[in-house]
């Protein structure tokens, strides 16, 4: 088939770069329009943007010339790498405009008609475009992926939802820098420190993992009933989240009936066609010091989670660690993984 | 009063570097003897030692030569930095010789005979000399210091437990690299990584723990009724670990509560004239983001811990951070704050 | 004796930081007024600052009002911390008011009639004044500290140039990210990674240290007659600039020669008696793997440079490496040093 | 064509497992047969290996068994990551009993029989095969790769020799931890820290790129006339060893001749033919701040070399920065190369 044709709004900064890295040898879209503020825009983006990802800029994008961010790019889909003071209203004015918006921003991920997606998790959430089409009456629509530390939590808690019924979550991340964008964290802040802190994290992870792992009935997500206490720190890591879990669930579960979870669980047969799902999006670690963010983020290409350290909590029923890569599950890769997914599910015309 | 002569078993380790550091303005202590294995004695520990803390090795030790690790030293008190796997035995042999020996080591902590103590937390269970005493037909005597992770979790915790009783007790930490001694951690598990396990560490925060919170009572030491659960993480930084701490207490007991009794807290009387003991051994914090490692681990020389964000939690009653300096408070320092309690409870003639 | 007030230009900075901190307690100097930009004027200094260093701040700055960087100071006496790029004009204003400002800016530095001065290495170059007051008609003055590279390299070369005469030198550095002030280097350019470039840090080091090497005559200070290339690197480090050296000398010099030269370096006796000065300004240590930032920066209180790894050079005569702390000795240290000078040879009043 | 059968002598060391990856999908080679010390003899290898590498162990060498060091291998080509101590006698018995050993390991770099090679720079020195054969009665044989530091500087510095004839050259390098093995460098000596020394390799530096850039003639290779002086320093940097290079030339040579050499150098037609030859052996960046390790080190899949701040020396005529990947150009992926060249040029039968 043809390419579909993508735009990226907030493409100079490091998730926008990420997307256009991701998107470079992708099978069903083609970048062909990038968008900024107005500091960039009428220069190729050669010029524009610093930077930063390990491999060379794709030649592909290095003439294209920086639009403004205005619903006038010439697609019908694209993806919002936008900062979460300006994503809001220019999300919805894309919508409206017609165009089906694939965001990584927090702006609308939370809002009743607006699915929150893991294809893996929750892919029938997508229902609620009906909704939010008839509620506002956009031609287009707005998808949205969760928070990093958060997606690679439910990615991994999915299966023992499904399978146990989880009723309490505590969970301490150690986010990597690259999840603070660029200037982002001092290196005065990081060498020989850890800040035990992240602005806002905290209150997503207690958020977003409970409407992703809810219920879509009469036309609405109902949030899961679990009770979630996230802790967020900074550690110096380039790139990939380490989350230490302890989990409570419904029917009494032993750490053998967590394992056994973790590895039989697969996307189903519609999400496992999509070119960025994982063969297994959960790989499960028998080593003891596993899994480590230089070892295990770039497991299925950075789009699978890796879990291990799996063992019986004295106070609750087990705990374990999680890892995932925070800047492409966590990221651009799940937003595009969520633009796959309403391509196969025929919402993008 | 003339100083007391004390011996360092050990003396080579990064942790016995760290006894002869702390003791070499000791207002009490004076150092005499070293004593470590085979391949170092009968040399000047200027040259047995590689020694590699930032301020220069004291002059005074420079040329005792440096001796075998057996109860013949010129002295009546020992520390003891020796590794788990002949500590047991020797520091037996010390104390069967009539010894003082003020341990940095875990093998005898949760004997049920010999005091883990934390002067400000539980300085009443040196009592327990008198049973160690007449069981063990000893002169001597044996005291330990706690793990590093349990010993600034612990000292957190002690007025929390005495006004609210502790209940429940989750812990993330996040550790120092200076904890696995040297050349311990390798720089390529370290460098742009987390390790999501420390050997034994949970084990004996989880034991513990309990145990320093525990109340001496017919000649023993009852552990604390606290169910605990912890999970251990090695991050790159040099010194002071960092904790996540979830708690839930007998008492309802809300953020402004625990932060009151936190600041209310001093050590005693007995305690307080103890030349390492710091003016306040809880430092509160109220910055969003400390403590941390290179701002906070310095705090009353190294002797102080520090608290910081302390909100509530939606499982537990309250969360927080702690954050102490791992080889000062957590080890060496320990052992000595240990040794001037009992030479101020006369236990030492 | 008094102390002598004194006031900090851009004193909410990195360097306005330290100067405030290693005057806390200093023995001729009190820290009576704190200017800066716009943004904090009238602001208690707590609340305008953002404090990064270890130590807590000190009690005695944490009420005083910022006030505007104008000449309305209650002192004589200023250090400026000012940034590049408006530190040119301020501290004109003020030397022509009167006040004596001992600055860290780079502005005036190169100027003929203006003192670059490390009180170890030139202290008779303050002769400049005398021309500085004539030319400018000013009842004040400006005296400037080198870059902090420049600083540890000039101290370690005087005593070899003095000895042999200093012809041919090749440095390259590897600095640390408290070099770049706060925010500065982002993470994501330091973890795992180096910077080969340091803006403006070359061409500093290859004027300046021909300056501080140069000869005091004529009412002018004529340039050491040395041919100077550098290499500038940024590393993952907090604290302490490594430079690689490799120097030829008019004399024919051996390893040993220089090595003497080094260790039998003090300083002059008016130099000694400042607060501080350290005993010995340079280090020699004979380890293979010494100096290093961790175990060095620290000597002499942060104003001692070590040196090692003395060796011959197949190209040159010998290589070395030096190493300095670059925000005590290379920043606000060495401007105090400056200005303890200027006491002494009582250009202040 | 059928692969050829290779085995791997020090298989389970850090060298040994880049082998195995890079082998992996390689299309002329496959690993057969894996050797190593007594410690691994008899295990699968994947019990045998603490597999330290982000990618995971290949699934084809999961089950060899580790062999013994003796010529018994079932392959007549072997590479050899064997330490320093043992590698000497190992391969010569190797090379007696008909193979074709590719060495990474230091022993026979610089015997007069011995070719060390690197195919861009000096594939005509495998001419010393025959001098070798003929002197030891071999019908094996022995080349060798050059030191991690040696390799990128000389690969980088071939168009600069042949073009302008290389006269002093003056290198200070930066070193990625992972050129010291595992455990290696402890992660107290480079956390927050730099050591200024590694063992042996200014030394090698200094031999090896003279044998490199000498030439073949009359069965020996003559050392290049060029004076070379080395600085080596370890610093906080997983992989990718950054170097600041002065040189001096017998012509004299511009900034842009420099840059216009290197840009046009390409391997000869035999070598560009090689599978891990890449398109541009060397990469001119023109960044202010570039190459970096995090940034450059993959080019060319490792085995480009990147230049940039090529820039004139006030003592010499030109200076800049080199950098590439050390275990992969500067390792296992340089002697993989040469075992092509050989295959190519028909030395292995």
């Not at 996230?230 to 419904?250: F, K, L, W």
Request: with cysteine; charged share 20%.
């Amino acid at each position: 088939m043809d390419k579909i044709p993508v735009g990226i709004l907030g493409a100079t900064g490091t998730v926008g770069q990420r997307f256009i890295q991701l998107l470079a040898d992708h099978p069903w879209f083609e970048t062909v329009a990038l968008a900024a503020s107005d500091r960039s825009t009428g220069r190729r983006y050669a010029e524009a943007c610093h930077w930063l990802l390990p491999t060379p800029m794709p030649e592909a994008v290095c003439d294209l010339v920086v639009q403004p961010i205005e619903p006038t790019l010439e697609c019908r889909l694209v993806f919002s790498a936008l900062p979460a003071d300006i994503a809001g209203p220019a999300e919805e004015s894309f919508a409206q405009a017609g165009y089906a918006v694939c965001s990584n921003a927090s702006s609308h991920r939370m809002d009743a008609d607006v699915p929150l997606i893991i294809p893996e998790v929750n892919a029938d959430h997508t229902a609620l475009i009906d909704v939010q089409r008839r509620q506002r009456g956009w031609d287009g629509l707005i998808v949205t992926s969760a928070n990093c530390s958060t997606t690679e939590l439910a990615l991994a808690l999915k299966p023992l939802h499904t399978s146990f019924g989880l009723r309490k979550l505590l969970v301490v991340t150690m986010q990597a820098v690259s999840g603070a964008g660029y200037p982002g964290v001092p290196s005065l802040d990081i060498v020989d420190n850890v800040i035990p802190y992240v602005g806002g994290e905290e209150e997503k992870i207690e958020r977003e993992s409970r409407k992703l792992l809810g219920t879509f009935e009469h036309d609405q997500v109902g949030m899961a009933p679990i009770v979630v206490s996230a802790q967020c720190n900074r550690v110096s890591v380039r790139d990939g989240h380490t989350e230490c879990v302890s989990i409570e669930m419904e029917q009494s579960t032993t750490v053998d009936d967590v394992i056994a979870a973790l590895e039989a669980f697969r996307p189903s047969a519609e999400v496992a066609q999509l070119p960025s799902t994982p063969a297994r999006p959960i790989i499960v670690r028998r080593e003891t010091d596993r899994p480590q963010p230089i070892r295990d983020r770039d497991a299925g290409k950075g789009m699978a989670v890796s879990v291990g350290r799996v063992r019986p909590c004295p106070l609750f029923d087990v705990k374990f660690v999680v890892l995932g890569h925070n800047t492409v599950r966590g990221a651009a890769g799940g937003s595009i993984h969520n633009a796959e997914l309403l391509v196969s599910q025929q919402w993008i015309a």
